[in-house]
């Protein structure tokens, strides 16, 4: 017995490995601090699961559309209309269990074997993962430190060949905060348009944002018809367990998403769709405190990382991640990331887990009370100056 070639390239999502690890921990009695998974602290608002429950209580638990509830289509349709300023069909929407299956289609109805595809590194792990599982050859961009994690769009243009199907971007970005300026997108959106490069954009945590306003790729001319958005509730909403999000589609693409959607999910539950639609109809008060709580704390653990000898740290503008440089540090990142959960009681991500780029940096999460993340703070100065 064996398992097939397509399945052996699957990657992972380190943070899953290291949370697990964690949970083992506290039940052996150790107390530990979790800054390693990318989940909102706060609970769901009280609306939306208000709107969730009663939607059980109606009988909201039977299977629905394949593409999801046309009213929900319709809704995410104007909602995305209206923050990127572009016309978007209620038929053009997807709803998926979660963001990573938008990957996943996508991917999977795009990418041949030989087909290449651009991809940020570091960046979230699933996209090469997938690009593997599908055969497409992974053609990594390098975000760099020295230019705040972005990219130098001179290098994108040396990269796309003949053989580049798709692009993938993120903005703001997992897992270093790095947002792309909008003169970039403009320059990005004319290559895809010149090459035939299909693009699809992450905007996952596009109302995740600190000083700027949010600029999506797909307000450029000649990119709608060849984009593929990304986004959910998840990170807004903090809605993680709820597996709800959704991608906008070229109407070229929605009829093989669908049946991939049917060979696989079916459709997306019925009653969580009715709390998206609380969600997005709803009082945006929680956002934008959820939005506040995150930036006070960005300020203050990005103050505190670059005040422990060996350790410094990029003010990230998006998301709610810090990606720390600790290469001045007498251990590889791999091994502080291990020894810092096992000694220290602080969970965080080795950069490895994020590409080749990430090596020699950490991800911690600030998604996490003031209170844990100055106690956090406590134990890396401490453990950094024993070493």
């Known amino acids: 017995m064996s398992l097939t070639h397509a399945v052996q390239q699957l990657g992972t999502e380190t943070a899953f490995k290291v949370l697990a690890k964690s949970k083992q921990l506290e039940a052996q009695g150790h107390d530990i601090v979790h800054l390693e ?40 349709a104007q909602h995305v209309s209206r923050t990127r300023g572009i016309y978007v069909k209620g038929s053009q929407v997807v709803v998926t269990p979660g963001g990573k299956p938008v990957m996943f289609y996508a991917i999977l109805a795009l990418v041949e074997k030989g ?4 991809y940020p590194d570091p960046g979230f792990p699933i996209y090469k993962s997938l690009i593997d599982f599908a ?23 040396g990269l796309i060949s003949d053989n580049t ?128 709580a995150f930036h006070k704390r960005r300020d203050f653990f990005i103050d505190g ?9 990029r003010i990230p503008k998006g998301a709610f991640y810090a990606f720390a440089n600790v290469t001045q540090l007498p251990l590889s990142s791999k091994e502080l990331e291990g020894r810092l959960l096992e000694e220290a009681g602080v969970a965080c991500l080795a950069g490895d887990g994020f590409g080749a780029q990430g090596r020699g940096f950490i991800r911690f999460s600030y998604a ?6 100055g106690e956090a703070l406590r134990r890396l100065d401490l453990f950094v100056r024993a070493l």
């Not at 497409?136 to 230019?147: C, I």
């Not at 299909?198 to 984009?227: C, K």
């Not at 996490?368 to 993340?373: D, R």
């Open 115 to 118: 087909d290449e595809v651009v």
């Open 368 to 373: 996490n009370s003031i209170e844990n993340i």
């Open 165 to 292: 199907k798709l692009l993938i971007l993120n903005s703001p970005q997992n897992p270093t905060g790095g947002v792309l300026k909008k003169a970039d997108l403009e320059t990005i959106a004319a290559l895809c348009v010149k090459h035939d490069v299909v693009i699809l954009t992450d905007e996952i945590y596009s109302e995740l944002l600190y000083d700027d306003s949010f600029e999506s790729i797909t307000q450029f001319d000649g990119v709608p018809e060849r984009s593929i958005i990304l986004d959910g509730f998840s990170k807004t909403y903090s809605m993680t367990g709820w597996r709800l999000g959704y991608g906008v589609f070229p109407e070229w693409l929605v009829d093989s998403i669908e049946t991939l959607m049917v060979n696989s999910n079916s459709c997306t539950a019925s009653f969580t769709q009715i709390a998206g639609i609380e969600a997005l109809t709803g009082p945006q008060d929680s956002v934008r405190q959820m939005r506040d």
């Open 37 to 76: 998974i990318g989940q909102p602290d706060f609970p769901t608002p009280t609306n939306i699961a208000e709107a969730g429950k009663k939607a059980i209580d109606d009988g909201w638990t039977s299977y629905g559309p394949t593409c999801g509830n046309p009213e929900f289509r319709e809704i995410i």
């Open 305 to 313: 990382l670059n005040k422990i000898p060996g350790i410094s740290c």
């Open 135 to 157: 055969g497409g050859k992974a053609v990594p961009l390098p975000l760099l430190e020295t230019n705040d994690f972005s990219f130098d769009v001179d290098k994108l243009e």
